[in-house]
């Protein structure tokens, strides 16, 4: 192995802008919002996909390890950290170019720095027709860096939208998959299946390749959209909330993914946009403003469990849901259905009575909900990251766009669950337990993903520079990934510091997997540790 071979020859054919050794370039790429540190020796920015290949090339010639990143926006997960010490860092965040939006066929076929917001921004300016399915996330993250690690959107899971996948295989190939590789094949974007054996499946979570280029689903804009809203006061009634929820969704009654979070995820996510609107209209900044904002959360009715829910479809459908989802959780809680013209009329008509003050305090609730209400229409926000910053402590951030750079520290644990009501209850109040062994409250969405599925999102707030908060969180929550693996809810992603959680050297499951990096990358340079023996 030849590292500094390596960097010369790359800042040679990439060009030394493009490569980057030095210690403060490095620093800026290694800090991370989950309090991990990895020895990273350089990182590289290639804008092509030949320059990716001619990087592979390199790195096999030099058996020196990369680590190919979209966007770097995997808070919580590890952000741009490898799993391992010693690779270099492949910043794909300059390959951005949108190569195609097809409006008839809802698709879009797009490079890894391809963001949320660049592509939403698209949409709007041809005025095209078409939704995104847009994660909960901040609006600039990896459309193609959150689908290959399995990301769940507001609509559908974002790994099931992806196909047409170009690659730079570990060994210096480029493949691609499904019908792409067919010179002239016109239907590479319309059916990713392909013919033979499907590969697209390789390349979510797996370490065999850089992918440069992708199709991602789009969806057609729907008639009619509404949000409903569901408070439940008793954590108790959780259960029949979700079995609900699971015969609305068997019916076709809503065919979106149903985020429920707990009073904990509620408030990180709204009380810091109360609290903005709060100093806009003159309170001063600090801890007695905060305490308010949580204050009018409590008396806005927002319980144990709050339920979101998108409503795509006609007038006459969306009549039906409204009905239908009224009549599932009657007798336990009251829906608020909120639409664009409800939305629009409210906020003028709040804002002209806002010298009241229970009126003034309404018009804030309703902006502070507006971007969860954005969500379920297919909008992208940066609001998300404040729940960061608030739920550490760290509020002198709460508009800083990026959590690697703060106090901030923040962990994610991810099972999948069955969708069963009381399985679920008995999860949450587990990990309540677990979590609060430790010193921590956890922030709990579970997220109806279909009629049999769900996946939780649990995450742990701590503050980076207590030494004592950052051990106890990584045991935290290596504890509870254990604790899910043993009640038979394994995770379905995991973070930098939780591979050996799920990567079994004795499972055969795994045996093949090495055997296929062996095969496709035969020196290992592609993301050494990651969801890999290898």
């Not at 030949?50 to 919580?76: C, D, F, H, M």
């Not at 003034?360 to 609001?383: H, N």
Request: proline share 5%.
């Amino acid at each position: 192995m030849s590292i500094s071979a390596a960097i010369e020859a790359w800042k040679k054919e990439l060009g030394a802008d493009a490569v980057m050794d030095d210690v403060q370039a490095l620093e800026n790429y290694t800090r991370c919002v989950c309090g991990s540190s990895r020895d990273v020796y350089a990182v590289l920015k290639p804008t092509t996909h030949e320059q990716v290949e001619t990087l592979v090339e390199i790195a096999n010639a030099n058996l020196a390890p990369l680590y190919p990143i979209s966007r770097g926006k995997q808070w919580g997960m590890g952000s741009k950290l490898p799993v391992k010490d010693g690779a270099a860092i492949v910043d794909l965040s300059g390959m951005n170019r949108i190569h195609e939006v097809n409006e008839r066929f809802h698709y879009c076929v797009v490079e890894p720095g391809v963001t949320q917001r660049q592509l939403l921004d698209h949409i709007e300016e041809h005025n095209l027709k078409l939704m995104l399915n847009v994660t909960g996330s901040t609006s600039d993250t990896s459309l193609i860096g959150n689908a290959l690690d399995r990301g769940v959107g507001y609509f559908d899971s974002r790994a099931d939208g992806i196909s047409n996948m170009k690659i730079v295989l570990g060994n210096g190939k480029t493949i691609q998959t499904g019908f792409g590789h067919f010179s002239g094949a016109q239907t590479q974007n319309l059916y990713g299946h392909g013919i033979g054996p499907e590969l697209d499946g390789l390349f979510p979570q797996g370490n065999f390749g850089i992918v440069t280029s992708a199709c991602i689903d789009l969806m057609p804009k729907p008639e009619g959209h509404m949000a409903a809203i569901i408070k439940v006061s008793d954590e108790q009634d959780l259960p029949t909330l979700i079995d609900s929820l699971v015969r609305l969704r068997a019916q076709n009654i809503f065919t979106t993914i149903a985020h429920i979070g707990n009073r904990e995820r509620s408030y990180i996510t709204l009380a810091p946009l109360l609290y903005e609107q709060l100093i806009e209209h003159g309170e001063p900044e600090g801890e007695a403003t905060r305490a308010k904002a949580i204050q009018m959360l409590e008396k806005g009715g927002f319980g144990p469990w709050s339920a979101a829910i998108g409503v795509l479809g006609s007038a006459a459908q969306l009549k039906i849901a409204r009905k239908e989802i009224r009549r599932a959780v009657s007798g336990f809680a009251k829906p608020l259905f909120l639409n664009d013209g409800l939305m629009a009329k409210a906020k003028v008509l709040l804002g002209n009575l806002s010298f009241l003050p229970a009126m003034k305090v309404q018009l804030m609730m309703l902006k502070a909900i507006e971007p969860v209400y954005g969500f379920t229409r297919g909008e992208a926000t940066d609001k998300s990251l404040c729940s960061v910053y608030w739920a550490a402590g760290d509020f002198q951030r709460l508009e800083h766009p990026d959590p690697d750079d703060s106090d901030s520290g923040i962990m994610f644990c991810l099972p999948i669950i069955p969708a069963v009501g009381q399985t679920v209850l008995e999860v949450v109040k587990d990990t309540r337990e677990t979590f609060a062994h430790y010193g921590f409250e956890a922030a709990i969405t579970v997220n109806l993903m279909d009629t049999k599925a769900m996946e939780g999102v649990v995450s742990l707030s701590f503050d980076r520079r207590d030494e004592k908060q950052r051990e106890n969180a990584l045991q935290c929550i290596r504890e509870m990934e254990r604790r899910y693996m043993e009640q038979g809810f394994p995770p379905y992603r995991v973070g930098i510091n939780s591979m050996d959680q799920v990567v079994k050297e004795e499972d055969p499951f795994w045996q093949t997997v090495r055997d296929l990096k062996k095969a496709l990358d035969p020196n290992g340079i592609i993301a050494p540790g990651r969801y890999n023996l290898i």
